[in-house]
């Protein structure tokens, strides 16, 4: 480390590079409002102050989604166009869940070789032994504001305020939206820092988005009824999880809490992973100590492959990958073959707003059969079993000793 600083960091040059100096350049502007020439203004300033090019231009702002640009105006802003990220299928995968029932074709969108290969043949696994099960056991989508105040006295009061009009809290939450319920307030006293931890149901929808607005009205009510002032207070205190993994999360849940598993009998492990169940299980010893001694919360090989492609393809808030992916992957050996089980208490999906209702995101939905009202508790069975086909091909690869080998084959020798 010392030989690389001291080769970047002591000649002119690099002195020069970090002295400071304000930019010429006129910002960007954030627009809402989309259309072709709005497309074409941004590509303009893009091409004369930038790096841009008429053939990226070609490749982003394609003519198809130049067509609809319209339809992208509420996801985002100063819209150019979309990337094309390759969409893979797996399946038929067999769930034999309490809201997902059935075989499930299931698109991953990623630009990583092998991954679909591997959840591949982990639904195929899943399939050939029946299928898994799956349950949704828990929802709730948590938002946390914080409310400051002189003493700790002066908490303690306002905590005892908040209990006695914790029905009024709750309506007006629940008139911000039509779909979401206020389902608890659990105080948080920390000296005289009180976090009020809001928790919701938010019907088919993830629900960041419906649980910000009610828990901001909930703020200003508190503001203006609560008899206990509060010197300030901040909308959500970096206590719910949000968009990061947390021992609250996992103990408590930030989502759709769902559980999954199947048994693979042993001829099955020897003809499709290629190994045996003593292997697998020395080998999911070993990876247990590994996520001890590495400080991971929970202890799962890699949840947020499956995760992250399912959640690009459609249509979810991506960087949910960031709590949705912790979770605990268990092994048993029973008679005649072995148990494997995955649960996730975050998982954050939804089969109606957000960016489900865009062009491709819309069509792999309908890939799923669960597009629209009354599939989100499906969509999150279907991500929980994509979790542990996951884990059931890459465990069986570690174990074989294929790993590196896949990868070779599916990744550089194409």
């Known amino acids: 480390m010392l030989q690389t600083l001291r080769a970047s960091l002591t000649n002119e040059t690099a002195r020069q590079r970090l002295t400071r100096r304000a930019s010429e350049m006129s910002p960007l502007r954030p627009a809402r409002s989309t259309s072709a020439q709005s497309i074409a203004a941004l590509w303009q300033r893009l091409k004369k102050d930038g790096h841009a090019s008429d053939e990226d231009q070609s490749a982003i702002a394609d003519p198809r989604t130049v067509e609809s640009a319209e339809r992208y105006a509420k996801n985002i802003e100063n819209f150019i166009g979309t990337a094309k990220v390759p969409l893979g299928v797996i399946g038929p995968l067999r769930i034999n869940g309490i809201h997902a029932n059935g075989e499930f074709f299931v698109p991953l969108a990623t630009s990583e070789a092998a991954l679909v290969a591997s959840y591949g043949r982990g639904a195929d696994i899943i399939t050939s032994a029946g299928g898994a099960t799956a349950v949704m056991v828990s929802e709730s989508v948590l938002r946390t504001p914080a409310f ?74 508190i503001e203006a009824h609560t008899p206990i002032k509060p010197r300030h207070w901040f909308l959500e205190a970096n206590f719910s999880g949000d968009k990061k993994a947390s021992y609250l999360g996992l103990l408590t849940g930030r989502g759709r809490k769902v559980t999954a598993s199947v048994f693979i009998p042993d001829e099955l492990v020897e003809r499709k992973l290629h190994t045996s169940i003593e292997r697998i299980l020395e080998y999911g010893k070993i990876a247990n100590l590994g996520a001890l001694l590495s400080g991971q919360l929970g202890a799962q090989a890699h949840y947020a492959n499956g995760l992250a492609a399912l959640y690009i393809a459609t249509g979810q808030d991506a960087a949910c990958v960031a709590e949705s992916a912790t979770g605990y992957t268990r092994m048993d050996h029973r008679d005649g073959g072995i148990f494997l089980s995955v649960s996730l208490p975050n998982i954050l999906v939804g089969s109606v707003g957000g960016g489900t209702s865009l062009p491709s995101q819309s069509a792999a939905l309908n890939i799923l059969g669960l597009r629209g009202p009354g599939k989100a508790a499906a969509l ?13 091909s890459i465990i069986g690869a570690m174990a074989a000793g294929h790993f590196a080998r896949a990868h070779h084959k599916l990744a550089r020798e194409r």
């Open 380 to 392: 999150a069975e279907v991500a929980a079993v994509l979790c542990l086909c996951g884990e059931i």
């Open 148 to 221: 400051v105040f002189e003493d700790v006295l002066q908490a303690g009061l306002f905590i005892e305020w908040v209990v006695a009009n914790a029905e009024e809290l709750r309506a007006v939450a629940e008139a911000t939206t039509r779909h979401g319920k206020l389902v608890l307030i659990e105080p948080v006293i920390d000296n005289e820092v009180v976090f009020l931890l809001c928790r919701y149901t938010t019907g088919d929808a993830s629900g960041q988005n419906m649980v910000t607005i009610a828990t901001h009205a909930i703020c200003l009510h």
